[in-house]
Each structure stands twice: as C-alpha cells, then as structure tokens.
C-alpha cells in the first residue's frame, strides 16, 4: 500500500479548466483501489464506480448522496454541517445505505468545508451507516483510518431478511443470553424461553404475532414514540396473558432500526406487570433491566 500527502491528479477526463477535482491520497496497491479527496460530491464520477472510497468535503443531505450514488463508488466519507434540523445534513447516510454504499461523515469542526484532502488529513468521524459500522468505522476515528477501512474490507452481500445483526450482550451462569437485534423478526429458535432480546422495532399490536412465536425469557422494544392512545406499546399489555414479561425504552433516546443503540443508549419508558415483578423499573437503563430479566426467574 502506498499513501501520498495531496497526491497524484487523476488522469484521462476532461474537467473545467483542464484541472482534475480529484487527488488519490492513498492506493492499496494489491487491489489497486484508491482513496480520492474532492471538494464537492458533485466531484464523483464514473472512474470511481465500485472501486473508490470518495472523501468529499460536502454535507451529506439526500441530495449530495443522490449524487454521488450516480456513479456508486466504493463508499463515501462527507462532513456532517452540526447536523441540521431533522438531521437533513446527514440523512444521505441511509439514503447510501439503502443503495449498499457504506457512508460516514466527519465532524465539521474538524476539517475544512470544501477542502477534499483537508478532510482526508485532519477529521474526525461522527456519523456513519450500518454498513460503514461493519467495516469497523466508528465514532472518533480519523477520516484515514475510516477510509482505509473502507477501502479494504468487504461488507457481506446479505438481504435485508438475512442481516440480524444480533449480538450477545450478556450471558449467565446458566449459559443464557442478552441478545440484542435490530428487529423482534429476527428472533431464533435459541431464543425461545431461554433470552432476553433487545430490539429494535416499536411494541404495537403488530409486534404481538413475532413475540408470541419466539416466546423470549424477556424483551425489550422500543416505545414507538408511545403513538396515539398508547399503540406503540399495546404489546406490552396484550403478551401479559402469556407470561411474556417485557419493557420498551423511550424513542427518542435510542435509535429505532439499531439494537445496539437501545441497548447502550435505552432508558425504560414503559414496563408489562411481569417485568415489573422481575424488578424492572421505568427510568432504569436497557442494559440494566435486560440484565434483571436474564437472572431473575419467570413467574
């Protein structure tokens, strides 16, 4: 692999003033893929198709990523503008998500707007998608190491019926386990009455059917928002006859779609008369009640 601080123009295309908006800053020179800073995403073109990492001093609104998903590069690092109202600077995260293009973005205050390799040396990620996570991007890395992890590992060519994502959190003495998961559809059979599952949907009366066929230890949903008359939680109430005993976390503090984020970011909002025998308690974290329902024996 080799890296270069601006380095080399690209060649064969024609540009405004005869001057190339991208610089290859960095080239794995097994795959022969490269890392191109730009200035704008309205810079990506079709050299970088399915092979490039493009780091582009842009926000990252729907209308960049549509952009940049015109030409389908590798994956995308932009810049996150403080976010924005309703999260408009960054939302093209999923929007690439959606089209199986890995995305991040860096902190604005970390690098210069408009400055492609700026970017590239000096920011610092804030945000990313699901698939940029699965490369290993995260939070507080720099914009190098994010790319380079962009660059070199292949996500999994998975449907979006086969992505889980479930990951113990916890396990007990007697061998059972936290698990936490983006979506109740996604529980096992291993789940059954053995468990604790930590998800990511909402617990309206849809979610009733996938509760009732995996039959979990314990659950933990998110509240939906509590919604109109409470639906976002009518499971909660409806598994009781069942002896399902479960909780949900406030929707506003825990991301809906990640089961990771209710786990390390969920507070209890809501709690079913078997969990709350269990001693699971409105306002306690996800993390702790879910522990509280793994050791503590159905009644």
């Known amino acids: 692999m080799k890296q270069t601080t601006a380095g080399p123009k690209r060649e064969g ?108 040396e000096h920011g610092v990620i804030s945000f990313s998608n ?13 914009v190098k190491e994010a790319a380079l992890l962009l660059l070199t590992i ?56 996938y509760l009732l066929k995996s039959k979990p230890w314990g659950f933990i949903c998110s509240d939906g928002g509590r919604g109109m008359d409470d639906s976002g939680i009518a499971g909660l109430i409806i598994v009781e006859e069942f002896g399902l005993a479960g909780a949900t976390v406030d929707a506003k503090l825990a991301r809906m779609g990640s089961g990771l984020s209710h786990y390390h970011d969920g507070v209890i909002s809501a709690v079913n008369s078997h969990a709350q025998t269990r001693g699971v308690e409105v306002g306690m974290s996800a993390s702790e009640a879910s522990s509280i329902l793994l050791q503590k024996a159905q009644m």
């Open 130 to 142: 699901q698939l940029a996570k699965d490369c290993g991007v995260k939070k507080g890395m720099s």
């Open 154 to 209: 292949d996500t999994a060519n998975m449907s979006s019926a086969e992505t889980t994502n479930r990951t113990i959190m916890q396990t007990s003495s007697d061998g059972r386990h936290v698990v936490a998961t983006d979506s109740i559809a996604f529980a096992t059979e291993e789940d059954s009455e053995r468990n604790v599952l930590v998800t990511a949907g909402h617990t309206g009366r849809s979610a009733v059917p």
């Open 13 to 120: 295309h024609e540009v405004e003033n005869e001057q190339d908006k991208q610089t290859v800053v960095f080239t794995d020179e097994i795959s022969g893929r490269n890392v191109v800073a730009m200035d704008s995403a309205y810079d990506v073109d079709q050299r970088n198709t399915g092979a490039d990492v493009c780091v582009n001093a842009s926000y990252c609104g729907v209308l960049p990523a549509r952009f940049i998903s015109d030409h389908a590069p590798r994956a995308a690092i932009g810049m996150d503008c403080a976010v924005g109202p309703e999260g408009s600077a960054i939302a093209g995260l999923w929007f690439l998500e959606a089209l199986n293009i890995p995305a991040a973005v860096a902190d604005v205050m970390t690098a210069h707007l408009g400055n492609g390799v700026h970017l590239y």
